[in-house]
């Protein structure tokens, strides 16, 4: 046998059905996906003759993280939502929004895609402006993707923090056109890497005549959606002035929600809305270290409690997903009063299996397995912060920053190696991002310095 890859030694947390965790372990792949994963020493009388190697004694192989719901681009506004919230959202941020350039979408997609595969991400479900820069991107770091147009038709995004939502619909039209063509460009490439979704932005920002356009055109190419429900107090109160429900009930209404859904955040959803979610199928990308920064976060106990699928996000400003499995813990534990809730390993799930689900990529992604993708992750422990170790999934939950990911294989392909990209220049990436940030600070007027 030949063309195969090794990874060898180290301890593989596999999160295959028996949450099997190997010590001295192996994996073998081939291509894009995994041959083999057992015991280095049973693997390596089997498979003598590698065409490369990864020594990853002393290391801890992980799969790599899945991330139900990002902007990678939104890292432009750090600084300004975190204390102001849902304020801060409306009124500085998405009026921020009108000033990104194509250009500027390649440095800011590009530095965000790096943030998260050096935390360990090999998967985004991005919804925002100039999807196809961020597909590009995608493509071009090596990680996997499935990719949303944000379609709307409030003719300014920047007004409804004043609740105002006069609407363009030929605009809206548009976008969503520009979210075909999307599909029709990218959906399936680069080996299956990339795919992409219908991006319906919210219910409030888009009319109900957009919302079904957008459901009849995911139907039409076989793909799913990608939308925020009931996300902020401005949108749950706009849906139930002008159509008298609860955003869930909106868009069941609509036949808008099916098991092919990805809603994000549902801060505001109630036990009706849950049990509507779970007869529908559509699922849930829960974002604990946003919604925990906005002060609303979800009915978790009852989502956890229900059958409706759940995954982890990080939404924008970080990319960060080993602070949203803690945050994911401990808000939890906090607010529902009840510790056993959540733990490590179900938190993990989340951030891999769960998410995956969700994506429609569970079964080839989300844990280390024979025929799955080699998305592959090690991370280094030797580490102040990670000795000494005795749990190791909960070692690295509770206590990893995400700087401890040494390698990132993503489809058989290394991403990051020894701690830096292999496919993009980060040190570029991280220059230019930070001069376009500064640039649409100034021009939108928003720019202060510290103080
Ligand atoms: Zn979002």
């Known amino acids: 046998m ?84 849902e304020d801060a959202f409306y009124k500085v941020c998405l009026p921020m929004e ?171 959803a109630d036990p009706k809305d849950i049990a509507m979610l779970e007869a529908s199928g559509a699922g849930m990308a829960h974002c604990p270290v946003i919604m925990g920064k906005f002060g609303s976060f979800p009915r978790i106990a009852e989502f956890l409690n229900s059958k409706v699928t759940i995954g982890l996000g990080s939404d924008w400003v970080s990319l960060n997903p080993w602070e949203d499995m803690r945050a994911a813990i401990e808000i939890t534990r906090s607010i529902a009063k009840n510790i056993s809730l959540q733990n490590a390993q179900r938190a993990f799930e989340l951030a891999t299996l769960g998410s995956a689900k969700l994506l429609k990529a569970d079964q080839q992604v989300g844990s280390i397995e024979q025929g799955k993708k080699a998305d592959i992750v090690i991370v280094d422990p030797n580490r102040p912060n990670l000795v000494p170790m005795r749990d190791v999934l909960q070692s690295l939950v509770y206590n990893m920053t995400g700087n401890e990911v040494e390698t990132v294989i993503c489809d058989g392909k290394p991403v990051v190696s020894n701690f830096r990209m292999v496919n993009v220049d980060e040190d570029s990436a991280i220059r230019r991002a930070q001069e376009v940030a500064e640039r649409i600070w100034t021009e939108s007027g928003v720019h202060q310095s510290p103080t």
């Open 98 to 268: 009108d000033y990104i350039t194509r250009e500027d979408a390649y440095w800011l997609s590009l530095v965000g895609c790096i943030e998260a595969v050096k935390f360990g991400t090999t998967m985004i479900n991005d919804i925002f402006h100039y999807a196809d820069v961020t597909a590009g991107v995608v493509e071009k770091v090596g990680i996997r993707g499935v990719i949303e147009q944000k379609v709307f038709d409030v003719k300014s995004l920047g007004k409804i923090g004043d609740m105002d939502y006069s609407r363009d619909i030929d605009a809206g039209m548009r976008r969503l056109k520009l979210n075909e063509e999307l599909i029709r460009k990218w959906n399936g490439s680069s080996n299956g890497r990339i795919r992409c979704w219908v991006g319906n932005h919210a219910p409030d920002t888009n009319s109900p005549e957009l919302l079904s356009a957008g459901r009849e055109l995911a139907d039409r190419y076989g793909v799913g959606i990608h939308i925020h429900v009931a996300q902020s107090t401005r949108e749950v109160r706009y849906v139930k002035k002008e159509y008298g429900k609860t955003s869930v009930e909106f868009l069941n209404s609509l036949g808008f929600l099916r098991d092919d859904v990805v809603c994000a955040h549902l801060s505001f």
């Open 2 to 85: 030949a063309g195969y890859s090794v990874v060898r030694g180290g301890t593989i947390i596999t999160n295959d059905v028996t949450r099997r965790i190997i010590k001295n372990g192996a994996i073998v792949y081939e291509d894009d996906h995994i041959l083999k994963v057992g015991k280095e020493e049973e693997l390596s009388k089997e498979f003598e003759h590698p065409d490369s190697i990864i020594d990853a004694r002393r290391k801890i192989i992980i799969p790599g993280i899945v991330q139900a719901h990002t902007h990678v681009m939104g890292h432009l506004f750090k600084g300004f939502t975190e204390d102001g919230a």
